[in-house]
């Protein structure tokens, strides 16, 4: 669960964030397979992939008009979560720089950064060379993190993990901004004098988008990010989150609304000839449109997807079906 820090430093004062969707369109994008393992989604061919078939989904996203590209990260995993998780988890700076060079227009997301583990200004340093790279594409999505071992490793206090995220995405925000010289002093960090170049692509800044469900987590995307990504919660649950989003947004007197999103129900376009799952959703693409639907008719503002499959041919393939039959429709 993530701690609450309770500070209200940093609260974007002009009452305005920075949006990058397409206002009244459901949008969809997609956490990239091969890159992270976990036992709860992976496939078992992606235990034989690697980069060719990251760049080859990669392209499909970018012809296909996915929203965006994401990518986890975690540290390491302890040997007690190994089995579950699995180990393989690509760093997402690296990953997201190396599939910027292979498309043109879909987003780099990190979904999520564990930002509070690093000072800021290493953080600003990579992910601003990101969107130099990548022609301000970049989506700096950040979370409080989860495995404890982690946090250890590296010295950083665990149970402080909210109030320490809340301070990287302030001082995040000033290192990402407009200026060469940015300056920030908080709680527990400070910097001024010191000039970081490239500059992000994207002005003002690059969006931070905040990870998690707990209520410190709907609070922190409230008060401080520019979007929400959910984590676990089911369709409904989110009408109630999606509320309370949009009143600590007001009480906070941030004008622009939150970019919301949904991670939605594993997803076959078609009548598979094998067994997907039972919460998988499966059938005729009006079906599907017509179920997804019901997210933007919540105020979610983007749909993260995931296609089962069996091989990356099928994964192509599925993307290709969900753009040309199911896409055109998530807003009629």
């Not at 780099?108 to 564990?114: E, Q, R, Y």
């Not at 970049?138 to 809340?166: K, M, P, Q, S, Y």
């Not at 407009?178 to 692509?201: D, I, T, V």
């Not at 922190?220 to 989110?238: F, K």
Request: charged fraction near 25%.
């Amino acid at each position: 669960m993530d701690v609450d820090s309770g500070t209200e430093h940093g609260r974007q004062s002009n009452g305005t964030g920075v949006r990058v969707l397409p206002e009244g369109r459901l949008s969809y994008g997609m956490q990239l397979p091969v890159q992270s393992q976990s036992t709860l989604y992976a496939e078992p061919w992606e235990a034989g992939a690697g980069p060719a078939d990251l760049v080859e989904i990669a392209r499909a996203a970018d012809r296909h008009g996915f929203a965006y590209l994401a990518c986890c990260e975690h540290i390491g995993v302890p040997r007690r979560l190994a089995a579950a998780m699995s180990t393989v988890w690509y760093d997402p700076v690296a990953t997201l720089a190396y599939l910027a060079a292979a498309t043109t227009r879909v987003r780099l997301l990190s979904h999520i950064a564990l930002v509070g583990l690093k000072h800021p200004l290493i953080s600003a340093k990579q992910y601003a060379t990101l969107d130099h790279l990548s022609g301000g594409r970049l989506i700096l999505g950040v979370g409080a993190g989860h495995v404890r071992e982690e946090f250890d490793a590296l010295g950083v206090d665990f149970t402080r993990r909210g109030a320490l995220l809340d301070e990287a995405i302030d001082a995040l925000k000033a290192a990402l901004g407009p200026e060469e010289f940015p300056s920030y002093k908080g709680e527990r960090l400070a910097f001024e004098g010191l000039g970081q170049s490239p500059r992000p692509a994207q002005a003002p800044r690059p969006p931070v988008w905040v990870g998690g469900s707990s209520p410190a987590a709907v609070r922190r995307a409230a008060v401080r990010g520019d979007g929400w990504l959910p984590q676990g919660d089911r369709r409904d649950q989110l009408p109630g989150q999606l509320a309370k989003l949009r009143r600590l947004r007001e009480e906070a007197g941030i004008r622009t609304p939150a970019e919301a999103g949904a991670i939605a129900e594993p997803l076959y376009v078609g009548t598979p000839a094998w067994e997907v799952g039972r919460r998988t959703l499966a059938g005729p693409p009006e079906r599907l449109a017509h179920s997804l639907r019901e997210y933007g008719a919540m105020g979610v503002q983007q749909i993260q997807v995931r296609f089962r499959s069996r091989s990356r041919a099928e994964l192509i393939d599925q993307m290709a079906a969900f753009a040309a039959e199911v896409a055109p429709h998530l807003d009629s």
